[in-house]
C-alpha cells in the first residue's frame, strides 16, 4: 500500500536548523513531482517547495527561499527538506506529498505531517 511517512520534526529556537525526511512505498517514487507543504494552527495548508520527478528543479514559497532547500534520493524513495535560519512563523505541522499528472488525471498522496516547533 501507499505511504508516505514523515520524520525529522521537532522543537528548535530561532535560526536553528532542521532536516525533515520522507520515504515514499507502493508507488514508483521516481515519476512522481514531490513537495512539501505545511498548516499553522488556524491557517490552510500552502505549499512550502517542490522538486521535479529527476531533481532537475524546484520551487519555492517567497518566504523561505534561501532557508529552505528541498532534495530528493530516488535510489532511496525519499525527499528532503533542509530547513535553515529557522524563524518562529515557520512553525507548522509539515506534510509531504507526491502527485502525478497525466493527462487530466491527477493522483496525489499525502503524508500524516510532522511537527515543527520555533521557539523565539
Known amino acids: 500500500q501507499v505511504q508516505l511517512v514523515e520524520s525529522g520534526g521537532g522543537l528548535v529556537q530561532a535560526g536553528g536548523s532542521l532536516r525533515l525526511s520522507c520515504a515514499a512505498s507502493?508507488?514508483?517514487?521516481?515519476?512522481?513531482?514531490m513537495s512539501w507543504y505545511r498548516q499553522a494552527p488556524g491557517k490552510e495548508r500552502e505549499l512550502v517547495a517542490s522538486?521535479?520527478?529527476?531533481?532537475?528543479?524546484?520551487n519555492y514559497q517567497d518566504s523561505v527561499k534561501g532557508r529552505f532547500t528541498i532534495s530528493r534520493d530516488n535510489a532511496k524513495n525519499t525527499v528532503y527538506l533542509e530547513m535553515d535560519s529557522l524563524k518562529p512563523e515557520d512553525t507548522a505541522v509539515y506534510y509531504c506529498?507526491?502527485?502525478?499528472?497525466?493527462?487530466?488525471?491527477?493522483?496525489?498522496?499525502w503524508g500524516q505531517g510532522t511537527q515543527v516547533t520555533v521557539s523565539s
Open positions: 506529498n507526491a502527485r502525478l499528472v497525466v493527462g487530466f488525471l491527477t493522483s496525489d498522496y
Open positions: 507502493g508507488f514508483t517514487f521516481r515519476r512522481y513531482a
Open positions: 522538486i521535479t520527478t529527476a531533481g532537475s528543479s524546484t
